[in-house]
T-cell receptor, first 115, second 115 residues
Framework: GAVVSQHPSWVICKSGTSVKIECRSL??????MFWYRQFPKQSLMLMAT?????????EQGVEKDKFLINHASLTLSTLTVTSAHPEDSSFYIC???????????FGPGTRLTVT | AQTVTQSQPEMSVQEAETVTLSCTYD???????LFWYKQPPSRQMILVIR??????QNATENRFSVNFQKAAKSFSLKISDSQLGDAAMYFC????????????FGTGTRLKVLA
């Protein structure tokens, strides 16, 4: 149980375009979802926290207009990278927890390459 | 603000031997959760072990155990009978028992297992 999926697993896009990454909880209702960014050989950096039906809370330094997060249902959250640039290339990981859950369950990640 | 420190960027262990990964943290909270996550080359985050601060007994999961020293704010992970499949990045994480439930991750320790 407690499976989180991400789609796509790898995406290549051209500079200036937008790309959407989906995060789904497959067997539980995710009241809270988290989006992380991970650079090579580094730790996970939290970008934002989203609760179902509410606006996401972004961490300091994260551009909310560039990284649009939508948590429209209890099983789906999306991260849209708008007007992507090569410096947005990274590994993006989502996680989810259910109400009263003690831990986060992580998706397998999405590798974004902007050319 | 809470912080998590992993002072060992890299560790090596001989197969079948025991290794201990260090983690220290700083918090003014009295109750919280601590976690060890494993990130293999696939980059899927896998929960290794979890400790609740109010529990004095150290958590154990098969070959994995922790040494939780609350007063010293130390949370080390011991891996016994190391196996080749244990090779991965290991991240220590902290979260409060209330609020946003977000994790604070350490910088990680890369574990190499030598055959």
């Amino acid at each position: 149980g407690a499976v989180v999926s991400q789609h796509p697993s790898w995406v290549i896009c051209k500079s200036g375009t937008s790309v959407k990454i989906e995060c789904r909880s497959l067997d539980f209702q995710a009241t809270t979802m988290f989006w992380y960014r991970q650079f090579p050989k580094q730790s996970l950096m939290l970008m934002a926290t989203s609760n179902e039906g509410s606006k996401a809370t972004y961490e300091q330094g994260v551009e909310k207009d560039k990284f649009l997060i939508n948590h429209a249902s209890l099983t789906l959250s999306t991260l849209t990278v708008t007007s992507a640039h090569p410096e947005d290339s990274s590994f993006y990981i989502c996680s989810a927890r259910w109400l009263a859950g003690e831990e986060q369950y992580f998706g397998p990640g999405t590798r974004l390459t902007v050319t | 603000a809470q912080t998590v420190t992993q002072s060992q960027p890299e560790m090596s262990v001989q197969e079948a031997e025991t290794v201990t990964l260090s983690c220290t943290y700083d918090t003014s909270e009295s109750d919280y959760y601590l976690f060890w996550y494993k990130q293999p080359p696939s980059r899927q985050m896998i929960l290794v072990i979890r400790q609740e601060a109010y529990k004095q007994q150290n958590a154990t999961e098969n070959r994995f155990s922790v040494n939780f020293q609350k007063a010293a704010k130390s949370f080390s992970l011991k891996i016994s009978d190391s196996q080749l499949g244990d090779a991965a990045m290991y991240f220590c994480a902290y979260r409060r028992t209330s609020g946003t439930y977000k994790y604070i991750f350490g910088t990680g320790t890369r574990l190499k297992v030598l055959a």
